[in-house]
C-alpha cells in the first residue's frame, strides 16, 4: 500500500465488524456481511491523489471491486468510516497461486490477532489440500 499510494499514512490496525473475509471465485479477496465474524487490517489515510492509484490497482474500472464507505473500529480505540473495496463476485473460489501467502505474511507483519492469521492460514490449507485431491 505504502509504495502504491506514497501520499497516504497508515493510521493502524482496524477491524471491519460483521463482515467476514472471502477469497471470491476469480481468485483474490473480498468481504462479505456475516453477523458473526470481523475482518481485521491496517487502516490508511488515503490522501486523495492516490486513489487513482489504488482504483487501478483494485481493477474498479473493469468491476472487479466496487468502493464503499463502511464503518471500522480503530484498534486500540475509535472508529471511523473507511473506504472498502468490495469484490463484485459472489461466487467463493481459490486463491490465486501465492495470493494468501502473501496475505498472511502481510498479516502477521502487521501483528494481526493470531485467531485471524490461523482462519487465513486455513483457508490457504483447505484449498492446498484441495489442489491435491
Given at each position: 500500500?505504502?509504495?502504491?499510494?506514497?501520499?497516504?499514512?497508515?493510521?493502524?490496525?482496524?477491524?471491519?465488524?460483521?463482515?467476514?473475509?472471502?477469497?471470491?471465485?476469480?481468485?483474490?479477496?473480498?468481504?462479505?456481511?456475516?453477523?458473526?465474524?470481523?475482518?481485521?487490517?491496517?487502516?490508511?489515510?488515503?490522501?486523495?491523489?492516490?486513489?487513482?492509484?489504488?482504483?487501478?490497482?483494485?481493477?474498479?474500472?473493469?468491476?472487479?471491486y466496487q468502493k464503499t464507505l463502511l464503518p471500522v473500529l480503530r484498534?486500540?480505540?475509535?472508529?471511523?468510516?473507511?473506504?472498502?473495496?468490495?469484490?463484485?463476485?459472489?461466487?467463493?473460489?481459490?486463491?490465486?497461486?501465492?495470493?494468501?501467502?502473501?496475505?498472511?505474511?502481510?498479516?502477521?507483519?502487521?501483528?494481526?490477532?493470531?485467531?485471524?492469521?490461523d482462519y487465513l492460514a486455513a483457508i490457504a490449507s483447505a484449498n492446498?489440500?484441495?489442489?491435491?485431491?
Amino acid at each position: 500500500m505504502a509504495a502504491r499510494c506514497p501520499r497516504s499514512r497508515l493510521l493502524g490496525r482496524g477491524r471491519l465488524a460483521r463482515h467476514r473475509f472471502f477469497v471470491m471465485a476469480c481468485g483474490y479477496a473480498s468481504v462479505t456481511p456475516d453477523p458473526r465474524a470481523s475482518v481485521h487490517g491496517l487502516l490508511w489515510d488515503l490522501a486523495p491523489a492516490d486513489i487513482p492509484a489504488l482504483d487501478r490497482y483494485e481493477e474498479a474500472a473493469r468491476g472487479l471491486y466496487q468502493k464503499t464507505l463502511l464503518p471500522v473500529l480503530r484498534e486500540p480505540v475509535g472508529s471511523a468510516r473507511a473506504l472498502v473495496y468490495v469484490g463484485r463476485e459472489r461466487l467463493e473460489g481459490a486463491p490465486a497461486p501465492g495470493y494468501l501467502e502473501t496475505a498472511i505474511e502481510a498479516a502477521r507483519a502487521a501483528v494481526l490477532p493470531a485467531a485471524y492469521i490461523d482462519y487465513l492460514a486455513a483457508i490457504a490449507s483447505a484449498n492446498k489440500k484441495g489442489a491435491r485431491s
